[in-house]
């Protein structure tokens, strides 16, 4: 386990602090618990915005689904 040390406004530091005490009351280490779970949250977000992008790329270039020549869909069924 590291230590860092971190500066907040104080509107920020009295949101965390409020956080803290109303997920886990004034157990020791809530500060550290309530950082780890939104940098949990920040990282699982942007995984999925990555991931988003990458797929929004593959779409925009497109697939080839082959060529169909079928003008009607009876064709399709031979009916």
Avoid: C, P, W
């Amino acid at each position: 386990m590291g230590i860092v040390t971190v500066s907040f406004e104080k509107e920020d530091e009295d949101r965390l602090r409020r956080l803290a005490h109303e997920k886990y009351g004034g157990k020791k280490g809530a500060l550290s618990k309530v950082l780890s779970e939104g940098l949990r949250r920040l990282d699982e977000e942007s995984e999925k915005e990555n991931a988003r992008q990458s797929l929004l790329k593959r779409l925009e270039k497109g697939f080839d689904m082959g060529k169909f020549t079928f003008k009607e869909r009876a064709e399709l069924y031979e009916r």
